[in-house]
């Protein structure tokens, strides 16, 4: 029982610091990413109303600038999602790790 | 055996579950992130010279082209590439749905030559587009910050 317990506390430590590391920030993170993006959207569209205006810009330009913009908050999600997934990699990698080494550490003879 | 020592069991082998799947997303690739930062510089040059004709530029045009699709391939390729595949599909949308590269190639030829509001606009559009595709590579290597989306400059 005792050599469980080691166990079981080498897995606590280890996935308690995995998770720390994996999570740390990250909703914060994500949250100032799309603010940032609304934030130069809504620039944007100022810079190019103004810009229609004035006469520098027509009204094709102004439309496909509305529509790369569109596309660039689809590359922001696909980012997003994309920092979610390598974080969990890393998570898991280290889980792994953690309870792989514990139980050699622990059980070896 | 304990419930707590039964959890255990439990958690090394969903561990070792864990160990067997696939991955979650590609791995970091240097020549994924290369070809991520070098193409924003081509094709940040290549906006710039949206104040001269199109039809001057055609050579240019579709050796670039050549390159961003080569790019795209390379990103395809790579398994478990899913989400930077789709980031490259965003960006090289073909005429005449396209939104980045392609609408700035139609926007310069139905003009014939871009003035400086319209090239600091697509500099600038394009450039957030590869700075989403280089933070995302990046990020399969270490935990790192996005930067913030550059603003356009004004134009006077």
């Given at each position: 029982m005792g050599q469980w317990d080691d166990f079981a506390s080498k897995v606590e430590a280890g996935v308690a610091a995995a998770c720390v590391g994996a999570l740390k920030g990250y909703v914060k993170e994500m949250q100032s990413d799309a603010q940032a993006f609304l934030a130069a959207a809504a620039a944007d569209l100022e810079t190019w109303t103004a810009q229609l205006a004035a006469g520098t810009i027509d009204s094709g330009d102004f439309t496909a600038y509305l529509k790369a913009d569109a596309s660039l908050a689809q590359m922001a999600a696909l980012t997003a999602a994309g920092i979610a997934a390598a974080d969990l990699q890393r998570f898991r990698d280290t889980l792994i790790d953690t309870v792989v080494s514990a139980a050699v550490a622990t059980f070896k003879p | 055996m304990t419930h707590r020592h039964v959890a255990y069991v439990v958690a090394l082998l969903a561990a070792l579950a864990l160990a067997a799947c696939g991955d979650v997303i590609a791995g970091y690739s240097l020549q994924a992130y290369t070809n991520d930062t070098t193409l924003k510089a081509d094709v940040a040059s290549l906006v710039e010279e949206s104040?001269?004709?199109y039809a001057s530029h055609a050579g240019d045009i579709s050796a670039l082209t050549l390159r961003l699709r080569e790019a795209y391939e390379f990103s395809n390729g790579e398994a478990d590439n899913r989400l930077s595949t789709k980031e490259w599909e965003l960006l090289l949308k073909?005429?005449?749905?396209?939104?980045l590269y392609f609408a700035f190639l139609a926007a310069w030829n139905r003009h014939g030559v871009l003035n400086t509001a319209q090239i600091n606009t697509w500099t600038t559009l394009l450039d957030r587009a590869f700075d989403y595709m280089i933070c995302l590579e990046a990020n399969k290597q270490s935990s790192t910050s996005c930067p913030k989306p550059e603003t356009i400059p004004a134009t006077h």
């Amino acid at each position: 029982m005792g050599q469980w317990d080691d166990f079981a506390s080498k897995v606590e430590a280890g996935v308690a610091a995995a998770c720390v590391g994996a999570l740390k920030g990250y909703v914060k993170e994500m949250q100032s990413d799309a603010q940032a993006f609304l934030a130069a959207a809504a620039a944007d569209l100022e810079t190019w109303t103004a810009q229609l205006a004035a006469g520098t810009i027509d009204s094709g330009d102004f439309t496909a600038y509305l529509k790369a913009d569109a596309s660039l908050a689809q590359m922001a999600a696909l980012t997003a999602a994309g920092i979610a997934a390598a974080d969990l990699q890393r998570f898991r990698d280290t889980l792994i790790d953690t309870v792989v080494s514990a139980a050699v550490a622990t059980f070896k003879p | 055996m304990t419930h707590r020592h039964v959890a255990y069991v439990v958690a090394l082998l969903a561990a070792l579950a864990l160990a067997a799947c696939g991955d979650v997303i590609a791995g970091y690739s240097l020549q994924a992130y290369t070809n991520d930062t070098t193409l924003k510089a081509d094709v940040a040059s290549l906006v710039e010279e949206s104040s001269s004709p199109y039809a001057s530029h055609a050579g240019d045009i579709s050796a670039l082209t050549l390159r961003l699709r080569e790019a795209y391939e390379f990103s395809n390729g790579e398994a478990d590439n899913r989400l930077s595949t789709k980031e490259w599909e965003l960006l090289l949308k073909p005429a005449p749905d396209g939104t980045l590269y392609f609408a700035f190639l139609a926007a310069w030829n139905r003009h014939g030559v871009l003035n400086t509001a319209q090239i600091n606009t697509w500099t600038t559009l394009l450039d957030r587009a590869f700075d989403y595709m280089i933070c995302l590579e990046a990020n399969k290597q270490s935990s790192t910050s996005c930067p913030k989306p550059e603003t356009i400059p004004a134009t006077h």
